[in-house]
């Protein structure tokens, strides 16, 4: 029987009792799907964005403090960047630059295109900022994993040292698009646990068996998931936070934008209508902008 009332766009933590292993689970639909419809992207494009937002939303809500996580990608491949960012509100937003004959060409196989075959040769970065008066912290590895999950856990290995290990998954139900996501993390050994090596190792082996159908699943909750995979050990979760999609364009920061463009600059920027259009590359929504507001 399918679980009733069961949230969706959640971020959640949980600790297998008595064991080394810490984990989030992500659940993504309206808010996925909101990113994903903003643009028309072909379907690897869209799955690839939707695994950022997923990762990103995994990543983010671990910070301690008010501030955003970014999760970005450049390359020379099909898809030249991708981005997806969360703010500590539980705010989602993301974007991908991309060819659209490249990502065509490469699609025509019987597999989807994964993260390398869409990127190519580049690096894959995560970068934690904190606001203005505080300085940005960025790491960032070589895009070596085949997938977006891959990547990440590259990253940590090598940016963090902690043995991590990720899930990602996106796909459409009932015409729109989900994504869900799991990650999991090696506590170190210290005075008081002892060796946890063997406990991380039998934690691992449950991560396998995550099914992408299973992240994806709106009728399964994320705790019914963590019951299932593991009910033997125990598994402690520490609630939930709202996910959401969220844009901060406005009027105000597109006028900041033109205005540090001189006098000229934006005189080839205006159109027949005689005003300046804009086009959030987050959200798709345009900005129409008088000229004669921009003077100082």
Known sequence: MPDTNIPDD???AFQIEGEPVRGRVARLGPAVDEILRGHDYPEPVANLL???CALAALVGSNLKFEGRLIVEARGDGPVRYVVADYDTSGGLRGYCRFDPGEVEQVSGGFQRPGAKSLLGQGVFMMTVDQGPEMDRYQ???AIEGETLAL?????FAQSEQTPTRVRLAVGREDGGWRA???LIQYIA????RGETLEAWNRTQAFFETIGEDELLDADLSSETLLFRLFHEDGVRVFGSRPLR????CSQERIVTVLKSFDAAERDDMVEDDGKIHVTCEYC?????VEPASLAA
């Open 10 to 12: 959640v971020v959640g």
């Open 50 to 52: 939707g695994e950022a």
């Open 139 to 141: 790491g960032m590895t």
């Open 151 to 155: 990547c990440a856990e590259q990253y």
């Open 180 to 182: 869900g996501g799991f």
């Open 189 to 192: 050994a210290d005075d008081t």
């Open 245 to 248: 999609a969220f844009c901060r």
């Open 284 to 288: 798709s929504r345009v900005y129409a």
